[in-house]
């Protein structure tokens, strides 16, 4: 987590700074700082909360400076304090540190530094590193600029854990050192003057020219240059990308909330996500990303899927439709337990790695281990330019647009349309029919209009959502591929409004969950209309003999379920496979409103950070 912006150049540091670090918020939002060297020394800024606390800080009380590094932070040694916020000073102050990663024997490497009489005024872990620099730069004996990109280099051989941090020395008022170890760094170039950014969202209205730091480098960034080391030497050939810019983001237009904004987009995003994939000659899915043959592609005998939060409720659903349509066994993981576990992997398996941001560091950690392994891993990202797109061996992107509100929405339809698709074409290499293959490229056609009618009824639902507001604890339940729209919804509901949620198999409830069941906690219950539609009307009753309140996400048509459910949440109806596509909507939208009727902060809840870029 944690986003970095530096800046070196003409131009005063201060707006561009706070301008770039304000679109690296989704990264992280508990406090943020600015360090810029004044032409005495170095000045430091830094607020709890938002970025927006930061610059009106800045604002009473202007840094002048053309040349500076900044932070955002999201908390994992210390609270969301102004002291604990970045940058960080070495002992002689006059050196600044912004760091995004986690030093793990930080506490190692602080009682090592209070013995040789460091004082500490912070609580993180980004301080003893600050220190660590500035005793490498005052021992060391290169010369000039090289003194600090040789202690920067020197300090971090002595950290383990992951790192991607700015430094500048009052010492060195030209000189911006940068260096990265798992967590992601971005140049930024541009005329006469250069950036450093944790990704390339922040530099978007500054340049379109960027360079990748690949894991283990050190740059040395100056107005007019840029130098790239690692431990193996000089990078000499170096590879200027241009990144498409303006994917920046959007305003909210007239909706309240991103969140709100991004619910409603799924009409297009879909589109986007089956555009130019459809594939109607052959009643099947184009894949070009996948980078693989046909021939290849039937000799798959097992996929696996990585991922997580919503993403991984994504590659559950994928789980699902490929099993179903395919016939071929697929295994999801969270991403952070396959990284670490011994789960062994069978002989032709295909890795999926899905991730919206593309930056979730469990997720990259988990595909390097496939691929450590000898696996192909393929990504399933929105983020063109991330890191788990770069490092996949091809994929599918999502097309869905910036999104912005830190619970995943429009993201995960586009996640579960490609695992579709995916489902489809592997099936169609099988033993799926060419009728069946039609059959779903028509209901895939009439999605969209499907999606905005299950949008239309986001002022009833919102009705509901004022019902139930007030309670403590719910359960959300689904069978077979509702049983992941189940968890996603619980996911939601927890993660925007606090409320404590539970997503399980309607069938578990008998096994203990029913234990819950009372007056004061509802359940929502998907039960649309499908092979397990009676078994779920059985666990209906089960909760409604015990007194527990039933919200029914079921067809519009279905009127039967309206005479014993408590509320209904309407979706049309749609092809089986599809239909969990269509259950995720109201799901996502009784969040939304109960968020709303509680006073939450949607777009930003707290505690939570859009890309979770640590482990
Ligand atoms: O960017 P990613 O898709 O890799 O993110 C994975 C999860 O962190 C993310 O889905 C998270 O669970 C969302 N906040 C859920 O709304």
């Given amino acids: 987590m944690c986003g970095i912006v530096a800046y070196v150049g003409p131009r005063d540091a201060q707006p561009i700074l706070l301008d770039a670090l304000s679109r690296l918020e989704y990264r992280g939002y508990d406090s943020a700082g600015l360090a810029i060297l004044n032409g005495k020394g170095v000045e430091v800024r830094k607020k709890s909360g938002r970025i927006q606390e930061l610059a009106s800080a800045c604002q009473k009380k202007p840094v002048q400076g053309r040349i500076g590094i900044s932070h955002t932070r999201w908390a994992t040694h210390g609270g969301a304090t102004d002291i604990n916020a970045h940058p960080h000073l070495d002992a002689t102050g006059r050196l600044a540190l912004v760091h995004n990663g986690v030093v793990e024997n930080y506490l190692e490497l602080k009682a090592k530094l209070a013995k040789a009489g460091h004082k500490f005024i912070s609580e993180t872990d980004t301080e003893i590193l600050a220190h660590l620099v500035g ?4 021992s060391s004996k290169a010369q000039g600029e090289e ?120 009409v297009s995003s879909i589109q986007n996500a089956f555009r130019g994939r459809l594939d109607h000659d052959g009643a099947t899915a184009k894949l070009g990303g996948l980078n693989l043959p046909s021939e290849e592609l039937r000799r798959i005998e097992r996929i696996a899927i990585l991922g ?46 899905v991730s919206q941001s593309g930056e979730t560091a469990d997720t990259l950690g988990a595909l390097r281990e496939a691929q450590r392994r000898g696996f192909p891993c393929l990504g399933v990202c929105n983020n063109v330019a991330s890191t788990i797109a770069r490092q996949s061996n091809g994929g599918v992107y999502m097309h869905s647009g910036p999104e912005i509100g830190v619970a995943a929405t429009k993201s995960f339809t586009s996640q579960v349309a490609i695992f579709t698709l995916l489902g489809l074409l592997l099936g169609r290499l099988h033993t799926l029919s060419a009728s069946a293959g039609h059959e779903i490229l028509q209901s895939i056609e009439s999605l969209p209009e499907k999606i905005g009618q299950a949008l239309s009824h986001s002022d009833e639902i919102k009705k509901v959502a004022q019902k139930y507001a007030k309670t403590k604890s719910m359960l959300f339940l689904g069978r077979l591929a509702n049983f992941p729209i189940a968890m996603e919804g619980a996911l939601k509901m927890k993660e925007i409004t606090y409320i404590h949620a539970e997503g399980y198999p309607s069938a578990e409830l008998k096994h203990g969950v029913i234990a819950l069941i009372d007056k004061e906690t509802p359940t929502v219950l998907i039960a649309t209309q499908d092979g397990v539609y009676d078994k779920n009307l059985g666990s209906l009753q089960e909760i409604k003999a015990r007194s527990g309140r039933v919200i029914a996400v079921a067809h519009e048509s279905d009127a039967k379920i309206k005479g014993l459910a408590d509320d209904i949440l309407p979706v049309p109806e749609t092809h089986p496979l599809l239909q969990p596509l269509l259950n995720v909507i109201p799901l996502q939208l009784i969040s939304y409103h109960v968020a709303v009727v509680l006073g939450r902060d949607v777009d930003k809840p707290r505690n939570l950070a859009k890309s979770v870029t640590v482990e």
């Fill in 135 to 138: 005793d490498a730069f005052a």
């Fill in 147 to 266: 003194r600090l990109v040789e202690a920067v280099r020197n300090a971090i051989k002595q950290v383990q854990g992951t790192l991607g941090i700015a430094v500048i020395h009052s010492d060195l008022p030209g000189l911006v050192v940068g260096a990265r170890r798992g967590s992601p760094l971005v140049i930024g170039i541009g005329d006469g003057e250069n950036f450093l950014a944790s990704d390339t969202q922040a530099l978007a209205p500054y340049t379109n020219r960027v360079v990748i730091l690949q894991d283990q480098e050190v740059v040395a960034l100056k107005a007019e240059r840029y130098d790239i080391a690692s431990p193996l030497g000089v990078r000499s050939d170096i590879k200027v990308e241009e990144i498409e810019n303006g994917v920046t983001a959007s305003d909210k237009g007239s909706y309240p909330h991103y969140m709100l904004k991004e619910i409603f987009e799924q």
């Fill in 308 to 353: 997580c939060g919503t993403a991984l409720h994504a590659g559950m659903v994928g789980k699902y439709l490929i099993e179903t349509l395919a016939k071929i066994p697929v295994e999801t993981h969270h991403s952070s337990e396959f990284r670490y576990g011994d789960s062994p992997t069978s002989p032709h398996t295909l890795f999926f790695a």
